[in-house]
């Protein structure tokens, strides 16, 4: 299976907000939406990313305000994009040797979708569950 095949089941919806606004702005994006991280995207470029994880190491931990702090001062930069045709196992092997959950999707300099560990983990499952249906329909011949 493919990023492409994940995105064409869950959607192409990305949201992103500015580098310039506050954390606290940003976290009140990804409430809305209900995500875990959101990209930052100036001019169509991928200037970053913002999770979770960065808000509660780097704000939350180090008594920072959310409302003060501006969101390009604590976002990843080096965020590992994927493409399209790239498949299930290279996204693992990223997720896992980078350590991060969320992969966006870069098609022509131009960011298409994204996916987390979330949606990687339940491609996998559905395609395990496939393998044993074809198996368990062969086993009963």
Known sequence: MTVNQILSKKGREVFSVLPT????EALGVMSEKNI???LIIENTQLKGILSERDYARKIALKAKSSKKT?????????????????????????????????????????I??????????????????????????????
């Not at 606004?21 to 606290?24: C, D, L, S």
């Not at 560990?117 to 339940?122: E, G």
Request: with cysteine; net charge negative.
């Open 70 to 110: 501006f969101v390009n001062e604590i976002m990843e930069e080096n965020v590992v994009v994927v493409k399209p045709s790239d498949n299930l196992d290279y996204c693992m092997e990223l997720m896992d040797s980078k350590r991060v959950r969320h992969l966006p999707v870069s098609e022509n300099d131009i």
């Open 36 to 38: 875990g991280a959101i």
């Open 112 to 141: 298409i979708g994204i996916i987390s560990i979330s949606d990687v983990v339940k491609s996998i499952i559905e395609i395990q569950k496939e393998t044993i249906k074809h198996l368990d329909s062969y086993i009963s011949q």
């Open 21 to 24: 606004i506050t954390v606290f």
